[in-house]
């Protein structure tokens, strides 16, 4: 287990183009709130609150292909899954990984970002309780996202179309302040789903 | 002394038949060719008994005991499938960094490398190699040795005259160190092996 | 996949196909007829009510079919026979159709009644949610070349979608009163009259006709389809 992470942060290290392409992304879909809404204080502090999660989603999408993917059309996941033979501590270390590469950097900038759009301390504090909580359970339906569709051609647009319906209860809730523990416990029901339907997924295309 | 010995093992995919009743038995120090036209299941069988494929009907067992009941059976092959599992974008250097951490063990690629007249192209990218220096490259995680079985899928495809001497062998030393080695080749081999069935 | 049935099972449903196709032209001639002509104006909403013969049957069958869809699925992992994976692909194209036919009523409905085309309340959108659901099991079946593996990979997807419809109406639910006062109240329709419910009857058995004349048909197809790959092999 402890293996994987090794090796995914060192193979994440190697390719670190990909890490500051998502950060960029993520800062760039921020950065059109005022091109396209003006410049106004109160308005960029309540557009920046909902803008971010769909940014967040955005990030998290674009990243999925790396989660199996690549590894699986390389031959690597053969690999990994030999070495690591209780399926479940795999996708364990995976949610660590893609976390830790994909959404802790942007969780890094976002007070950074907030400033910019004006929002005082708490109120970044509170998006980013919030965010951070909701990025865990959007990663966890990245996951088994990424392992169900191995196998299928044209895939970033048909895992757009399979994820967005599933980040919808995390952006309705996330945008509101005082909705964590409601993130949690979908975040939770994300992780009860996602661990089986991962490893069902892996099952299936290791065959 | 390890045995690995399938009986009745048939398995279909689908409503295709892809392997009917395949019965062998091999010991340490053998070596194994599973001959068969393209599409015969030779891939199949090498998955089967890496314990990627769990639904067939028969059984595998390796020292008597079937493999999906031994748990440390998964830590005993070393499978080399015919995707190379290398970063196309990555050195060769990287990449055996990358298997280093996977394999838990560190080794002297250098060395090995020379062995094979790749050691100057260590820095380089893996999609400027050829599809045989691919495979060369692929094979390399043979020097992992913590094992007890090799399961090859088609390794002399790609590999030119010296590579696969070199390859054979390789297999050689292994089998008079008492390790098994299981092959599927779709051609015929320079070299006869211990044992071969055809599918 | 292995489907046992046998040659005349599938001539059975063949030559019950212009009878169902007939039964649903008919049904929709009569139904289409009350709800037009022979139903009373609605005293409030005028005219633009019928819409809602049409509107609400599709509603209620969308839904329907996405729990056959969802249940057949179920079944299908728990008794691993191939008919229940036949069902689920069969009618997974009517229900989207249905549901698309109700997004668009709805809103034809909406504009002179609400004075606005669509209204973001739980209902209408757990129903636009509905619509990409059956889109991501329908193409993503499609895109994997593997057609046992696209079987197993949907079905557990439409499982999930099943699960993430009341987890989305109940959180838009929740967002309305977060975000908006509840400007549009529903519709309270205390006692429908007979006369209006003698068409909404017909045009639900109408609707219902429909969805099993066209799975019929694509239940035939795909079995045909899975024979064709077994004498091929």
């Known amino acids: ?207 | 002394m390890n045995e690995l010995k399938t009986e009745n093992l048939s398995c279909k995919r689908g409503e295709n038949i892809v392997l009917n009743n395949i019965n062998f038995s091999i010991k340490s120090g053998e070596t194994l060719v599973v001959k068969g036209r393209n599409g015969s299941g030779k891939t199949t069988l090498l998955r089967i008994l890496s314990s990627f494929i769990t639904s067939y009907e028969g059984k595998v067992l390796f020292n008597d005991v079937g493999i999906s009941e031994d748990n440390l059976y998964n830590s005993k092959f070393n499978l080399i499938g015919q995707k190379n599992s290398l970063k196309e974008n990555l050195s060769i250097k990287k990449n055996l960094e990358l298997w280093d951490i996977l394999f838990n063990e560190a080794l002297d690629h250098t060395k090995l490398l020379e062995h094979n007249n790749l050691y100057h192209l260590f820095n380089k990218d893996v999609s400027s190699l050829s599809d045989g220096q691919k495979k060369c490259i692929s094979l390399h995680r043979l020097n992992y040795n913590k094992y007890d079985l090799w399961f090859l899928d088609e390794p002399f495809v790609f590999l030119d005259e010296v590579n696969t001497n070199l390859l054979i062998e390789k297999i050689n030393q292994f089998n008079e160190n008492m390790g098994t080695v299981i092959l599927t080749s779709n051609i015929n081999l320079p070299k006869k092996f211990h044992k071969e069935i055809n599918i | 996949m292995y489907i046992k049935i046998k040659n005349n099972h599938i001539e059975l449903i063949k030559s019950a196909n212009p009878y169902l196709i007939f039964a649903t032209i008919f049904a929709f001639v009569i139904g289409l007829y009350y709800s037009l002509f022979q139903s009373p104006p609605d005293y409030i909403q005028g005219d633009s009510m019928r819409i809602m013969y049409i509107h609400v049957p599709s509603a209620w069958f969308a839904l329907m079919t996405y729990s056959i869809l969802a249940g057949s699925c179920v079944l299908w992992f728990i008794t691993r026979n191939p008919l229940f994976n036949v069902v689920a692909r069969s009618i997974a194209q009517v229900g989207m159709i249905f549901t698309l036919m109700s997004l668009i009523t709805g809103s034809i409905w909406g504009k002179p009644t609400w004075g606005v085309w669509w209204v973001w309340d739980a209902r209408l959108t757990s129903m636009l949610i509905l619509f990409f659901l059956y889109i991501a099991y329908i193409f993503l079946w499609q895109a994997i070349s593997n057609k046992e593996l696209a079987s197993k990979i949907s079905a557990a997807l439409a499982i999930i979608g099943f699960i993430n419809i009341p987890i989305i109406k109940f959180s838009v639910d929740w967002w309305n009163t977060l975000h908006q006062p509840a400007s549009i109240s529903k519709l309270s329709a205390p006692s429908i009259d007979v006369s209006m419910l003698i068409p909404l009857f017909i045009m639900t058995a109408a609707c219902f006709l429909f969805l099993v004349t066209v799975s019929l048909i694509r239940f035939r197809l795909v079995l045909i389809e899975n024979k064709v790959l077994r004498t091929s092999n």
Not at chain 1, 76 to 92: G, P, R, S
Not at chain 1, 126 to 148: D, E, R
Not at chain 1, 192 to 206: C, D, E, K, N, W
């Open chain 1, 1 to 207: 287990m402890s293996n994987l992470i090794k090796r995914d942060l060192l193979l994440s290290f190697y390719s670190s183009a990909n890490f500051f392409f998502t950060v960029s992304f993520f800062i760039l879909i921020l950065m059109l709130i005022p091109f396209a809404f003006g410049t106004q204080t109160e308005q960029l502090k309540v557009l920046f609150r909902g803008v971010v999660w769909i940014a967040l989603a955005l990030s998290i999408i674009i990243t999925v292909d790396r989660i199996y993917n690549a590894d699986y059309e390389d031959g690597n996941l053969d690999i990994i899954m030999q070495k690591n033979k209780t399926i479940e501590y795999l996708i364990i270390s995976k949610y660590i990984t893609h976390w830790f590469i994909y959404c802790l950097p942007l969780l890094v900038i976002l007070p950074l970002l907030s400033f910019l759009f004006y929002l005082d301390y708490l109120e970044t504090t509170q998006i980013f309780i919030n965010l951070f909580i909701g990025s865990f359970g959007m990663v966890f339906i990245a996951n088994f996202v990424s392992a169900l569709t191995l196998g299928a051609r044209r895939t970033i647009f048909l895992k757009a179309i399979i994820m967005i319906p599933l980040f919808v209860p995390f952006i309705i809730f996330g945008s509101d302040a005082g909705s964590w523990p409601i993130l949690l416990a979908l975040s939770m029901l994300s992780f009860v789903i996602s661990i089986y339907v991962t490893a069902y997924g892996l099952r299936l295309y290791g065959e």
